[in-house]
């Protein structure tokens, strides 16, 4: 996360030993802003001159936080893309909105190989290490409930419908489907069910 000044994640991006051909991330708010636009120019050039011998790619992710669900999942499709390497994931910046959505997304990945995750102290120059607390979380949603939610991404369905497309029968869809509006991820409309905002976040 870039915030007003690009000191922080300089710092940031020097504390780690990047790979040559290695790929760095930067979130944005999607709302321009000057001094948001001036951090983000200064920390290219400075980067260019830091890393141009070893080829990192750098890539701007402008995030619209309008809609807090939809900001997340957006992070999370960018940190599914890394969740098999090697990844640091460093929060500077005032934007708490954008900070929430990048710890969140970052509990909802199933990381093969768990990032490291770091956030800067304005003010005091130095980053602290955040626990990796998402091994402690237990997260009950199971494979066969996550494909009952992934059939609700384009439209609504009927527990027919979505058994007959899960090749399931309809008693256990319809246990999955009790299970699921349960915890508010999906809910009922007339004879169909539709996903939630919250479990937009798990497809």
């Known amino acids: 996360m870039l915030g007003f000044e690009p000191g922080p994640l300089v710092r940031a991006v020097a504390s780690h030993n990047l790979r040559v051909n290695g790929k760095i991330v930067v979130f944005t708010p999607s709302f321009h802003d000057e001094r948001a636009e001036r951090a983000w120019s200064d920390f290219n050039r400075i980067l260019s001159m830091m890393l141009e011998q ?42 708490r ?50 494909e009952v939610l992934r059939v609700l991404v384009e439209r609504p369905k009927s527990t027919v419908e979505i058994a007959k497309e899960l090749s399931k029968d309809r008693s256990t869809i319809h246990r999955h489907l009790s299970w699921l509006q349960k915890r508010g991820l999906v809910r009922k409309e007339n004879k169909t069910y539709k996903l939630t905002p919250l479990g937009r976040l798990l497809t």
């Open 97 to 146: 909105a954008l900070a929430l959505a990048v710890y969140i997304a970052y509990l909802l990945v199933d990381w093969k190989i768990k990032p490291k995750i770091e956030v800067y102290l304005e003010g005091q120059g130095y980053t602290v290490r955040i626990p990796d607390i998402s091994s402690i979380l237990s997260f009950e949603v199971s494979r066969e409930r996550l």
């Open 54 to 95: 070893r080829k990192v790619n750098i890539q701007r992710v402008e995030v619209n936080l309008t809609d807090m669900s939809l900001a997340i999942k957006q992070v999370k499709g960018i940190f599914e893309a890394f969740s098999n390497l090697s990844t640091a994931i460093v929060i500077s910046g005032g934007m």
